[in-house]
């Protein structure tokens, strides 16, 4: 979970020393960070950035009485209260396209997008133009809509940070789930419980 922490801790910096060389400084610290999808991912985010003075709000499907975040029934309204809008929650037909123009107007010109969900929870045409356009500050895309295919015009922006959709790929991450497939099936041939069953 850190690898993904990480993830959108480059995105931020990277966008901050962009925005420093034209001329216009940013700061993580104090912004209000929305994160649609308050889930493991999500909630591991959450924890990291109030490290660094940065009020959370959320969306997910469910309010969730344990943490005491700000919820926001709709991304639209959890947008226009955020600096930073991170994506973090599962696709499904509910959340294809999740994030649509209006919410990235709502978001507006200072604010930046950050994907470490799935591509297509962002409608990618909108979200150039918007970046094209100047109607959000800047995205951090780990996660494309036609992966591997990237829309060509976010290679050539300066308020873009794009990875390869390898937020969880190092070294302890993939030992971890090295040691994970062989506890699960060690207690399978031996039959006991797995370690982390999939329910239906």
């Known amino acids: 979970m850190s690898t993904v922490f990480w993830l959108v801790l480059i995105c931020i910096s990277s966008l901050v020393v ?3 060389v034209i001329n216009v400084i940013l ?22 950035l109030e490290a ?5 709000l959320y969306h997910s499907r469910t309010r969730k009485p344990s943490v005491s ?22 696709l499904t037909a509910e959340t294809f396209h999740i994030i649509d123009k209006q ?5 507006g010109r200072r604010g930046i997008i950050i994907n470490v969900g799935r591509g297509a929870l962002i409608d990618e ?3 150039v133009k918007c970046l094209m356009q100047g109607e959000i500050a800047g995205a951090g895309l780990d996660v494309f809509e036609n992966e591997p295919v990237v829309p060509k015009e976010l290679f050539h922006m300066d308020n873009v940070v794009l990875s390869s959709h390898k937020a969880i790929a190092t070294p302890e991450s993939l030992r971890n ?19 982390s069953p999939i329910s239906e």
């Open 18 to 20: 962009r925005a420093y």
């Open 27 to 48: 700061q993580l610290g104090g912004k209000r960070v929305g994160i649609v999808g308050l889930g493991s991912i999500g909630s591991a985010i959450a924890k990291r």
């Open 52 to 56: 660094f003075g940065c009020p959370i």
């Open 69 to 90: 975040y700000k919820y926001f029934g709709n991304v639209r309204d959890l947008a226009s209260e955020s600096d930073i809008l991170i994506i973090s929650c599962a």
């Open 103 to 107: 919410v990235m107007l709502a978001v």
């Open 125 to 127: 045409k909108e979200l």
């Open 177 to 195: 789930l090295c040691d994970l497939v062989s506890a699960n099936l060690e207690a399978f041939f031996s039959n006991q419980p797995l370690v």
